[in-house]
């Protein structure tokens, strides 16, 4: 079995900022990619920003120069630190880890449940 759990969602003010962790346990061999999504009311979930075991990152549009994403593989947790918000940035924010959790075998992306973002305007 594979855990994640997200932390550090909150209520902030327009220009504020935020840190979000995901921390990954249980069977895992290795972990490759981990990553943020969101999804605000009424709007699909979307991709925010990713970042591979080697430490190569991508971020969508909205959230580049704003958002970093950041992990400790030795504590299987990535972050995302959130700067400049905007009331647009209002979601549920989701952590993922594509973990491989027996040698030799495919990886899976397990999910968190989700961390409640709130920009106030």
């Known amino acids: 079995q594979v855990q994640v759990v997200e932390s550090g969602g909150g209520l902030v003010q327009a220009g504020g900022s935020l840190r979000l962790s995901c921390a990954a346990s249980?069977?895992?061999?290795?972990?490759?990619?981990m990553g943020w999504y969101r999804q605000a009311p009424g709007k699909q979930r979307e991709l925010v920003a990713v970042i591979t075991s080697g430490g190569s990152t991508n971020y969508a549009d909205p959230v580049k120069g704003r958002f970093t994403i950041s992990r400790d593989n030795a504590k299987s947790t990535v972050y995302l630190q959130m700067n400049s918000l905007k009331p647009e940035d209002t979601a549920v924010y989701y952590c993922y880890a594509d973990v491989t959790v027996v040698a030799g075998t495919l990886s899976y992306d397990y999910w968190g449940q989700g961390t409640q973002v709130t920009v106030s305007s």
């Open positions: 249980g069977s895992i061999f290795s972990i490759n990619a």
